[in-house]
């Protein structure tokens, strides 16, 4: 099945820019979506379709697909932006619906 | 507004079989292109994707648990069912709904349900 691997954690100052990635074999070929999850909630979907977003969501996320990397990217970084994201692609394999690990971001 | 909300037993025990209750609004399950999956969290770690129906009740299972498992839909309830065979420890996890507008992502969630296994 397919993998997709995300650092563990991820570090920012407020008012920074933080980059999450999201490895997979050639992942440029297939949609990445993003999801923002805070402690003791469900999941938000930040980004999909790569760099679309959700009604809602701040122009301050952004993302992008490339080669064998997604990236999604928070500008500004703010201390509600603690949570931990996952991506996430749709694979036309026996295992169609694959997550990442998941990065914890922590707002230094 | 799309709204989602799970439901079943919070606390099974081993061998037994899950049964949850996914009960939605705001949107039809038998319009074109719309699923409802489902995906658990164990406590403390990342998302795992279970199942989907489609509006046309075409299913799709994660192979890894596909045997232990059944998805089924009634549209006129408007409500998803999962049930999951021969529950263990490991089972135990937030177990979560969603709704996906193109059944390649999920755009609204559940609150989610958490499902102890312990004898």
């Known amino acids: 099945s397919y993998v997709l691997t995300q650092p563990p954690s991820v570090s920012v100052a407020p008012g920074k820019t933080a980059r999450i990635t999201c490895g997979g074999n050639n992942i440029g070929s297939k949609s990445v979506h993003w999801y923002q999850q805070k402690p003791g909630q469900a999941p938000v979907l930040v980004i999909y379709y790569d760099s679309d977003r959700p009604s809602g969501i701040p122009e301050r996320f952004s993302g992008s697909n490339s080669g064998n990397t997604a990236t999604l990217t928070i500008s500004r970084v703010e201390a509600g932006d603690e949570a931990d994201y996952y991506c996430?692609?749709?694979?036309?394999?026996?295992?169609?619906?694959?997550f990442g690990g998941g990065t914890k971001l922590t707002v230094l | 507004q799309i709204t989602l909300k799970e439901s079943g037993p919070t606390l099974v025990k081993p061998t037994q079989t899950l049964t949850l209750t996914c009960t939605f609004s705001?949107?039809?399950?038998?319009?074109?292109?719309?699923?409802v999956g489902w995906i658990r969290q164990p406590p403390g770690k990342a998302l795992e994707w279970l199942a989907l129906?489609?509006?046309?009740?075409?299913?799709r299972y994660s192979p890894s648990l596909k045997s232990r498992l059944t998805i089924t839909k009634d549209t006129s309830k408007n409500q998803v069912v999962l049930t999951m065979t021969n529950m263990d420890p490991v089972d135990t996890a937030t177990y979560y709904c969603?709704?996906?507008?193109?059944?390649?992502?999920?755009?609204?969630w559940g609150q989610g349900t958490l499902v102890t296994v312990s004898s």
């Open positions: 705001g949107f039809s399950l038998s319009t074109s292109g719309v699923g």
């Open positions: 129906i489609y509006w046309n009740d075409d299913k």
């Open positions: 969603a709704h996906s507008p193109y059944g390649d992502h999920y755009l609204f």
């Open positions: 996430q692609v749709w694979d036309s394999s026996s295992d169609p619906w694959v």
